[in-house]
């Protein structure tokens, strides 16, 4: 993977030089130091085990420690932060080669007046991933109010989270972008869902959101009528004292038909995935809760009205891992 690099730089550097009639561009310099970068490192790495230094055996061993990305902000039109999690991963694999690593970073979508912390998914299906929504462990309350709750977010970026609407707004404005839902029930089956297209529009934040694929069924109802109730795409959001559904008689979120928690309600819908974190023994002989949790109703099986973990995420629709 390396020697691929370093030929793609190559290639880069000498294409750089000849567009430009030998003048050097901060580009061209920056490619230049990461070149260097590259094969330092890669050349330390066929010394013989004996010679090897300590910080190599170190990455041998895995401790690999995060890369510096400072450099690589120019070459994205940055100064202090990068926009996404897809910059990001672009900036680590030029920074150190070949390792990636998901991790909590800081980044400034065009349009916010200062820096949001986001865990960024390096992994999942090519990584570049800005995690908008993750629950695993029931740790966070997801039943709270809209304006100072849903509309700027709660949680932390490492743990259970909102990312918030307004920052959702301007991140999913600043380019194409597409969804990616990860969900697993309570056996440990995971599916996902991904959507080519997505985006929060400013408030009331309606979902923008198109192109279904993927294993966990469409919990927007893309393929019903749009007069359904099913249907999600273009609804705005509604929670426990904002009532923006369709329903005439009731807030979908305001626990009178066993929803709570803000989303994209209509009248109301088969998807829910800020409802209570509910796990099986909430439910048998005896008990008398009969509400939804983390609920996607297409994802099948005994759990998918409460499901254990589930995870939103968005990146270009044009990146390329």
Known sequence: MWLYHLSVLTVVLQ?????????????TMSLCRIWEECSMAKTESLLPPDEENQENKSERQGLVPQPDLQPYLALF???????????????????SCDVVTSGVHDIKPVGLSGPISV????????????????????????????ENAFRYGFGSANGEHWLGLENMHYLTSQNAYELYIELEDWIGTVK?????????????????????????????????????????????????????????????????????????????????????????????????????????????GEYRNYLKKSKMMVRPSDFQP
Request: charged share 15%.
């Open 15 to 27: 294409w750089s030089v000849v567009a430009g009639e030998g003048r050097t561009d901060q580009l």
């Open 119 to 146: 865990y960024c998914d390096q992994t999942t299906a090519g990584g570049g991933w800005t995690v908008i929504q993750r629950r695993f462990d029931g740790s966070v309350d997801f039943n709270r109010p809209f």
């Open 77 to 95: 039109g940055r100064t202090n932060y990068f926009s996404d999690c897809s910059e990001i991963h672009t900036a680590m694999t030029l920074s």
């Open 192 to 300: 996902y869902a991904r959507y080519s297209t997505f985006a929060v529009e400013s408030d009331p934040y309606n979902l923008n959101v198109g192109g279904f694929s993927g294993t966990a069924g469409d919990g927007f109802y893309l393929s019903y009528n749009q007069t359904d109730d099913g249907y999600l795409n273009g609804q705005p959001f509604s929670a426990r004292e904002v009532d923006r559904d369709s329903h005439d008689d009731i807030s979908c979120a305001g626990q009178h038909v066993g929803l709570t928690g803000g989303w994209w309600y209509k009248a109301c819908s088969w998807s829910a995935l800020n409802g209570p974190y509910l796990r099986p023994s909430d439910f048998g002989t005896g008990k008398a809760y009969t509400g939804f949790g983390i609920y996607w109703n297409p994802f099948g």
